[in-house]
Structures are given as C-alpha cells and as structure tokens.
C-alpha cells in the first residue's frame, strides 16, 4: 500500500504505526533486536543500552526512539554487535553469574543473549560484589547476585500489581542494587505474593518460585531447542 | 594399623623428593619422600595441598541448587554427588521412599556413571601401567601407546566409556553435570527412543566387560609375584550394603570389617554416621583422616572402593558379575583379593556389574514412567550415602525453615582411602625405592599406587600424558640439590643436569 509507513532494518522495510518504537515496530515484523530491560507489556526503561542501533548513522536506544518513516536503522551489524557483547560482558563482571549451578539456566534472558552474541568469556575482571539471598519469604527466593537492574520488577510491582514492592537505591557500581519496601528490608515483611505479575517478570535468576530449581529438565527449558532471535514473537514471561 | 614412615625421627638431617602435583584431586595432590645418604626412605606422605571449601560455600544456598552445584567437585564422577546430594535432601524432605520411576531412573543413572568412570579408570588411566609395565618407557605410557599397541583394548574401553556416558546424558540431561536428580525424585524418565537406542547395544557392553575382567585376570596370571606384592598391606575396610548383603551400589546399610575380617558393624543405618565413624586432622595435608571411632585414631583407619565391595558382600546380585567375584575370591588362594592391585579386578567385576544392571533396568517398564515425584515430612537435617566408583560417598546437610542450607559434611571416597593411600604410597617406596637412585621410572611407581585408588589423582598424567611433574632433591638446609621436570611434551630435563643459578 502506498500510504504504509515504513523504515530500513538492517536493509528490510519494516511496517510500523505512528508512535511505536523501533524495538515495538521490529517484534511486530518478527525481527531480533538484542535486548534486556526491554518488555512489550511495560514502557521502556532504556538502561541495559544493549538493544542500541545506529539510526541515519547515530546511535540510539531502539526500545525509545520512535520509528520514522525512511529512516535507516543499522542492527545486527558486526560494530553494534561488538559493543553489545562487550555490554553484556560487564554485565556478567559486574554480578555474580555463575550459570552451571543457577536454576535459570536454559530459561535466562541473560545466558541467552550471550550465547547469541557468542560471548565466549567474561573478559573482564569480575567484580563479585557483596549480595546477600533473601530466603525469608515462605514462596519466592531473591538472589541478588544474578540482577542486571532492569528494573522490571520495579514497574510491574507498582504498575500491575499495585504494591510498589521494589526500588531501585543506592550509588555506584557496587552500591546501586534493588531494594526491598519493608522496615525490615525482608521480602517477608511486605505482601508480595507468588501469584504477582512482579513474581514471574526477572529476565534472570533474581526473583525465583521456592522449591521448583530444576524441575524442567534438560532439553525442554526455553531456550534449549530455539535461541532467543528465533523467539522474537514468543511470548515473554 | 602402622603408621610406618609417616614421621621420620630427624627430618632435618634427610633430603626430600617431592612429586608435585601428582594431579588434582579435591585440590592438588603432592607426595614427599624424605631420604637419607644412602637413598633409604624414611619418610612418605601424600598430601591434598588445596582446600576447595564446597562445604562452605554452598551455606546460604537454597537446597534444591545442592545436587547441582556440589557435582562441580568432580569432571569424573559428578553423578555420585549428584546422587548423593539428592539423597540427603529426599531425607530433608521427608521422603522415605521414592516413585519405582524415580528410583530406577536414579539407578540407571548411577551404573551408567560406574561403567563409565571405571571404563576410564582402567582403560585409559591404568591400562598404560598395566600393559606396557611400571618403569616403561613415559613417551609410550599413556592412552596413546595403548591405541597403537593394543587397538582392540584402546577401542572396547573407548566405547564402553562412551555407552556410559550415553546412560548419563539420558538420564541426566548432559553427560557431565547433568540435572535429572532433584530432591524427592527425578526430572524425567526414559522415552520409547531413548530406551530403544540404550538396548541396541546392551549386549555388546555385557560382553566386553567380561573381557574387560579377562584382561585384568590375565594380567594377574602373567605377573602374579609383582601384582599381589605391590604395596600390598592389610586394611579393615568399609561399604554399603543390601539387606539381604547384597552388593548394592545405590543404597543399604553400612557394613565394616577390621584388618582380620571381623565385623565392626553390619547394615548400619547411615543417617548416623558420626556415631562410627570420625574424622582426624593431620598438619600437613588438607584431607581429613576419617577412622573408625570403635578403634580410634591410630589403629581405625580403612579402605572403601571396589576391593573393599566385592570382597565384603556376600554376593553380587547379577549373575555374570557374581561368577567373576566367585572367581576372584578364590584366585591363588585368595591372594589377589588383599592386593593393591585388586582394586583393578574388582573395579572390573562392578563395571560387569554395572553393565549387567542397566540390562536389567532397560527391561523394566518403570523406567519410562511418568510418576517421577514423592513428598514427606521436612525433617532439619538428610545424610545421603552412596557407593561412588572410588568408594563410600556421605554427603550431610542441615537446611533452615527458610530453605537455605546452613550446615554441609561431605565425606568422599578419597577422603576414607586417604590413609590407605599414604599407606599404599609408603610401601611402594619401600619396596621400590629404598636405597637406590631414583628414576622417573619408579617414581612412577608411587603413581601406579595412587592410581590403583583414584584416577582423580592421575586424570591429568595418563588422558594424555601432559601431567606437569616436578621432582626436586633438596638438602637438609633447602637448597635444590637435583631436578627434573617433565612437561606437556614428556620428560625435558633429566636427573644430573644441573640447574642454572636464578
């Protein structure tokens, strides 16, 4: 149709409707833009950088920038992949991601993408920051070691489920990290529950159902038979 | 038990050959030989010189993560802690009894697990030694000379090894550091292709694991004098056993017989261990000493492992392996049944053994059923014992109401056969290296001892023969006085060539 807005990805014309963002307008059409705080059912945060491309030349956040018809829109380029396997490799430094013994592994958004963008090491100095487990809930596990600070435990807490559980706080590499809403500091103090949206939306083995580690085994997880560009209209937990 | 040139009288008059690594096991192993003038030993000890801290780093960690995370000990024989683990923690959980889908995946698991490290053991770690003799030639000694050599062998362990790992991966998930174990059960059972796939060579694994006992029987006929006298010594010793005194590998009772045969306990419940058995601590290695607490520190040491299975049961309960044990028993009179290097022939009749079961299990249709998980009464505390290839393996755990683990005891099978170890190393180097020079050759010796145990300790030296081994002579007051070191490429310097000022 003459009047269908479109722009170029990566050399393909990809429809998109006034207002949606690259990353919506490229899910919609089926094709992989690399990504972590990115989610379709909440407003992009913009933080994890991964999912950037280079529009008309100029780099810029794709789960934010709105789709313009004619632009030309660089993604799965070699440049841009570099820097993005470079990005996720200080995420890996940065927490404590130790995929062999972590229940996520297979269904990890993280794990996922590094494999994508054949991340072969961590290349950098790990960080192994400070980060105490909160077991104290009877239903749900926090392992903080593995955040990425998407922060989409944040959005979906207060924007679904009404009860603003979680905060992002501190200062620093070292300091910044989720904190909980409670006196205590507990997730057993505050009256978050293991049927809240919140409970289900960590990209990685941050926010975990007690007593399920390992129940699905080897060769059924998520990404065990597709890798995640081939899951782009997949649903997303 | 002596303890026989454990400490020498005046150390400080000796000088000191070290082996250093002999390889990793739980951390790197070393063994030190102090001698005097005259060559002649006086002192030898195998040291476990790494702490690894499994123990402590899995506290804070929620429980259903532990069979996973502890398997990570071991690249040879993850299963047994895998099982073990999962063990402990069915108890934590209350589960006394698991689905038959669940137990008999467990077990296919588990023997899978047995026929492939033993496969490994010998074929490819041992049978250099074996073949080509103690002293032979180190460019040859390795798996390598034993494919050129002898194809046939090199191939039917190559194989049978692979069909053990085929078990694991269908059992497990992956063929090292799989997930199918999981506290109160299993993650899966077999599907209609899996099965089909395993039974479609099932019977060639059965018949060249009676080769396989065969080749060591041979081997025995042919050097009987050095075979039943290399670091041969009496030892009580331990294993899990069936109700009825069966061999059983998975499950049982704790069964344990003094240096004369005599029974200490018989179908001992596990879940107390401490109360027979306790764990001393000696200053220069990093492995506990466990003994038998009814006869103390000095005198209760014991051995665990294929010798001390199949010579403490009262059968095996599959028929071709019970022949061979039968056999075994009465083999000069029953001498090689006492032998160092019986651990090698018995390690073969439990691979028969092994082969043997997972016949009998593919047979069984529980193994593709769908009932994979039982719950009970969470209890504080689970023990999980199990007969891992090299032996009893205890894995303990207290878990909090949070779920996280807050205490763990792991006692492996290296860790009970570690006096028997040092104890095996001592009388090698008696008979062996006591007032003579010493070669790579029969340094080698103390290895062959080591390795009779636990390829833990050898993997490195006999995969491919790159294990890196310094062996230095140092005078009573610490200067080197004589080196060789051997690297990936074999032997590059020599006894006599001497080392350049640094």
Not at chain 2, 308 to 332: G, N, Q, W, Y
């Amino acid at each position: 149709m003459s009047n269908e807005l479109t722009f170029q990805l990566d050399g393909e014309d990809i429809s998109f409707t006034p207002g949606q963002t690259i990353m919506q307008a490229a899910k919609a059409a089926g094709v992989y833009i690399p990504h972590l705080c990115w989610h379709p059912d909440f407003p992009a945060h913009g933080s994890c950088k991964l999912c950037t491309v280079k529009v008309n030349g100029r780099f810029g956040s794709s789960c934010t920038m709105e789709a313009q018809a004619g632009m030309s829109v660089e993604n799965r380029t070699a440049e841009l992949d570099d820097k993005r396997r470079t990005l996720l490799q200080m995420f890996f430094v940065e927490g404590n991601h130790f995929c062999p013994s972590c229940e996520k592994s297979g269904n990890c958004t993280l794990q996922a993408t590094a494999y994508e963008l054949k991340m072969m090491s961590p290349h950098f100095d790990m960080f192994y920051p400070d980060r105490p487990v909160d077991a104290s809930h009877p239903d749900i596990l926090l392992d903080f070691n593995r955040c990425i600070m998407c922060s989409l435990c944040v959005t979906a807490s207060r924007e679904v489920d009404g009860k603003n559980v979680f905060a992002m706080g501190g200062r620093g590499i070292l300091g910044r990290r989720i904190h909980i809403n409670s006196e205590s500091g507990k997730l057993a103090d505050t009256d978050f529950a293991v049927t809240d949206r919140a409970a289900s939306i960590c990209p990685v083995g941050v926010i975990l159902v007690k007593r399920k580690g390992f129940a699905v085994p080897i060769g059924e997880r998520q990404y065990d038979k597709t890798p995640i560009n081939e899951q782009v209209k997949e649903p997303t937990a | 038990m002596t303890f026989e040139l454990e400490t020498a009288k005046s150390p400080e008059t000796l000088r000191r050959v070290a082996i250093d690594p002999v390889s990793r096991v739980e951390g790197h192993g070393k063994v030190t030989i102090l001698l005097d003038d005259n060559n002649k030993v006086h002192q030898v000890r195998l040291h476990i010189v790494e702490f690894r801290g499994f123990e402590k780093f899995i506290q804070g960690r929620p429980y259903w993560e532990v069979p996973v995370m502890v398997q990570r000990l071991c690249g040879i024989c993850p299963v047994s802690h895998h099982l073990a683990a999962s063990k402990a923690l069915d108890m934590m959980l209350g589960v006394k009894q698991l689905t038959p889908t669940a137990e008999k995946m467990r077990r296919l698991m588990h023997y899978g697990q047995m026929l492939q490290s033993h496969a490994l053991h010998f074929f490819h770690l041992s049978s250099p030694d074996l073949l080509f003799g103690f002293g032979s030639d180190v460019a040859t000694r390795n798996i390598v000379g034993v494919v050129a050599a002898h194809p046939e062998v090199a191939k039917k362990g190559v194989l049978l090894r692979k069909y053990g790992q085929e078990v694991i991966r269908m059992t497990a998930g992956k063929r090292v550091h799989g997930t199918g174990s999981i506290p109160g059960g299993v993650n899966k059972s077999l599907s209609t292709e899996e099965r089909a796939e395993l039974l479609k060579d099932i019977y060639q694994m059965v018949a060249w694991s009676r080769d396989a006992v065969g080749i060591i029987r041979g081997l025995f006929e042919q050097n009987l004098t050095q075979y039943n006298a290399f670091g041969r010594f009496r030892s009580a010793g331990m294993c899990l056993i069936r109700a009825d005194g069966a061999m059983d590998l998975y499950h049982g009772g704790l069964r344990a017989r003094d240096i004369d045969g005599k029974p200490l306990f018989d179908h001992f419940d596990y879940s107390r261990y401490w109360d027979v058995i306790g764990e001393d601590v000696k200053p220069w290695s990093y492995m506990k000493f466990p003994f038998f607490k009814s006869l103390g520190t000095e005198d209760g040491s014991y051995r665990v492992g294929p010798l001390s299975r199949v010579t403490m049961c009262d059968h095996i309960p599959t028929p071709l392996a019970d022949k061979e044990r039968e056999a075994f028993l009465a083999f000069d009179g029953g001498s090689a049944a006492g032998a160092t290097l019986g651990y090698h022939w018995a390690r073969m009749i439990e691979m028969l053994h092994s082969v043997e079961s997972i016949k009998d299990l593919l047979h069984d249709d529980d193994i593709t059923g769908h009932d994979l998980m039982a719950t009970g009464e969470r209890q504080e505390r689970g023990v999980g014992v199990i007969e891992a290839p090299r032996g009893t393996l205890i894995h303990h755990y207290r878990v909090d109401e949070n779920d996280q683990v807050i205490r763990a005891n792991l006692i492996v099978s290296t860790t009970h056969n570690n006096q028997a170890m040092n104890t095996a190393v001592r009388e090698v180097a008696k008979q062996y290296l006591d007032g003579v020079e010493i070669t790579e050759g029969l340094l080698n010796h103390v290895e062959i001892a080591i390795r009779a145990f636990d390829p833990c300790l050898s993997c490195a030296t006999h995969a491919l023969g790159q294990m890196p081994l310094e062996i230095a002579i140092v005078g009573a007051d610490g200067t080197v006085l004589d080196e060789a070191t051997r690297d990936h490429r074999g032997l590059t310097r020599e006894f006599g060539e001497v080392r350049e000022p640094s």
